[in-house]
C-alpha cells in the first residue's frame, strides 16, 4: 500500500475514533496537534488501526512513535 493511502485511512481511523470530521494528518502531526489524542484515545486509534491493517504492534514500538509519520513506517514494515 502507498504511505499517502496509508495516511488517507489512518486519518480516517482517526476521525471516526474521535469522532472529529476535521483531523487532517500529515507525516508530521503528534498527539499535541489533535483535539482529544490523549493516552486512553491512543489506545483505541491503535487498536482500530491494528483490526484494519490486520497487524499487531509492540508497545516498544508504540512507545517509539513521535509523530504520524513514524507510525505510518512501522505500518509499512509490517508489509501492508
Known amino acids: 500500500m502507498e504511505k499517502s493511502e496509508m495516511l488517507k485511512k489512518v486519518n480516517d481511523i482517526?476521525?471516526?475514533?474521535?469522532d472529529n470530521e476535521d483531523i487532517m494528518l500529515t507525516y508530521e502531526t503528534t498527539a499535541k496537534d489533535v483535539d482529544d489524542w490523549d493516552s486512553l484515545n491512543h489506545i483505541q486509534l491503535v487498536v482500530a488501526?491494528?483490526?484494519?491493517?490486520k497487524i499487531r504492534f509492540t508497545s516498544q514500538e508504540i512507545q517509539s512513535?513521535?509523530?504520524?509519520?513514524?507510525?505510518?513506517?512501522?505500518?509499512?514494515?509490517?508489509?501492508?
Open 14 to 18: 482517526f476521525i471516526d475514533t474521535l
Open 49 to 53: 488501526i491494528e483490526r484494519y491493517f
Open 65 to 80: 512513535w513521535n509523530n504520524v509519520g513514524e507510525m505510518l513506517d512501522c505500518i509499512s514494515a509490517k508489509n501492508v
